[in-house]
């Protein structure tokens, strides 16, 4: 199956300004975000992109539009269910204000009992199982198009790359808090026909490793890498 690069759009205003964004309108990259992305390319550079899959929401679009600028053969498909999760009522509040709401605790400790308030809420196991959704079809169009070694481009949001992660490494997401994104870093995982591999999470570095090797330790059998595994050459 193919290794998917999921990436955080970079920092947004809402994240300097300290609100809980969701599907807020406005929300842009901030001055360092744009920065941020402007470097995508060079990061990306020596990964055979197949395709890529942004969410819908302009935070999302304006991260990878240096990278689209860089390759103009690499075909961008907008899906919703990789967009921000629905926060209902919480969208727009600041984080500071939301940290004395009996459900903050609910989020941080037991998220899969969690469904934020209002008629536009969603639980976050909703928000996980369409998230998942979307990369076991895109997985399976990707491998189908371009074939079971392709790489291919996500880009999406903390919560859903986190609640992404916690699925390919087996965990409940009552463990997802556990995991971290920062802006516009790189989460790789690997597919295969028996299980996921995790193989950056939050990369704010160099990604030549994740190009494909002709001795590629997790191949088709699914094994691990007794060891760890060499790394890039």
Same mark, same amino acid.
């Given at each position: 199956m193919?290794?998917?690069i999921l990436?955080?759009?970079? %920092?947004s205003?809402a994240n300097?300004?300290?609100?809980? #964004?969701?599907?807020?309108?406005?929300v842009t990259?901030?001055? %360092?975000?744009?920065a941020?992305?402007?470097g995508?390319?060079?990061?990306?550079a020596?990964?055979?992109?197949?395709? !890529?899959? =942004?969410?819908?929401?302009?935070?999302?679009?304006?991260? *990878?539009a240096? $990278?689209? !600028?860089?390759?103009?053969? $690499?075909?961008?498909h907008?899906?919703?269910?990789?967009?921000? =999760?629905h926060?209902?009522?919480w969208t +727009?509040?600041?984080l500071?204000?939301?940290?004395?709401?009996?459900?903050m605790e609910?989020?941080?400790?037991?998220?899969? !009992?969690a469904?934020?308030?209002?008629?536009?809420g969603e639980?976050?196991? +909703?928000?996980q199982?369409?998230? &998942?959704?979307?990369?076991?079809?895109?997985?399976a169009?990707? #491998?189908a198009?371009? +074939?079971?070694?392709a790489l291919?481009v996500? =880009?999406?949001?903390?919560?859903?790359?986190k609640?992404l992660?916690a699925? !390919?490494?087996?965990?409940?997401l009552? *463990?997802?808090?556990?995991?971290?994104?920062?802006?516009?870093? &790189?989460?790789?995982?690997?597919?295969t026909r028996l299980r996921?591999f995790?193989l %950056? *999470?939050?990369?704010?570095?160099?990604?030549?490793?994740l190009?494909? %090797?002709?001795?590629?330790?997790?191949?088709?059998?699914?094994?691990?890498?007794?060891?760890g595994g #060499?790394?890039?050459?």
């Amino acid at each position: 199956m193919p290794t998917l690069i999921l990436i955080r759009h970079g %920092r947004s205003t809402a994240n300097t300004s300290g609100v809980l #964004a969701g599907w807020a309108p406005g929300v842009t990259l901030d001055g %360092r975000g744009l920065a941020q992305a402007a470097g995508l390319p060079a990061r990306l550079a020596e990964l055979p992109l197949a395709t !890529a899959v =942004c969410s819908p929401l302009p935070r999302c679009q304006e991260t *990878l539009a240096p $990278l689209v !600028a860089a390759r103009p053969d $690499l075909r961008v498909h907008t899906d919703e269910r990789i967009g921000e =999760c629905h926060y209902g009522d919480w969208t +727009g509040r600041k984080l500071a204000e939301l940290a004395g709401e009996p459900m903050m605790e609910v989020v941080q400790r037991h998220p899969s !009992a969690a469904e934020f308030p209002g008629p536009d809420g969603e639980t976050m196991r +909703g928000m996980q199982n369409r998230a &998942v959704d979307a990369v076991r079809d895109w997985n399976a169009r990707v #491998a189908a198009e371009h +074939g079971e070694d392709a790489l291919y481009v996500m =880009c999406s949001h903390g919560d859903i790359i986190k609640s992404l992660v916690a699925d !390919a490494l087996g965990m409940h997401l009552d *463990l997802f808090q556990r995991i971290s994104v920062e802006p516009c870093s &790189v989460t790789a995982i690997r597919y295969t026909r028996l299980r996921p591999f995790l193989l %950056r *999470l939050g990369d704010t570095g160099d990604l030549a490793g994740l190009a494909p %090797r002709p001795d590629e330790e997790q191949g088709a059998s699914g094994d691990a890498a007794v060891g760890g595994g #060499a790394g890039a050459p």
